[in-house]
């Protein structure tokens, strides 16, 4: 079977659903394990049931302000590592063309 064929069923909050994906199936379940832990601590904090789909929207937002998160902080370190590099490279020149001068 060709890898784009490939069909996967994932139980998300109760809910199967069947994805067509070229992604792992180990790594499609760990997603949907992910999504579905959201969803079921958002639905227990909340004081009366609600809707499938508020419930989804808010675990959503809640995943989302991770990977915001999550990219600022590997934007940060990013721009720490260059300061870093950019001053090691300094180093380095400096010390190459005091090398070659005597």
Known sequence: MNKEDDTIRLKIFGEEFTVKSKADETYLQDVAHYVDQH?????????????SLRVAVLAAMNISDEVFAL???IDETKSVVD???TKLNNLIEAALEEHTVE
């Open 39 to 51: 969803m079921r601590e958002i639905s227990q904090s909340m004081p009366v049931s609600q809707p």
């Open 83 to 85: 300061e870093k590099a």
């Open 71 to 73: 990219r600022k902080q």
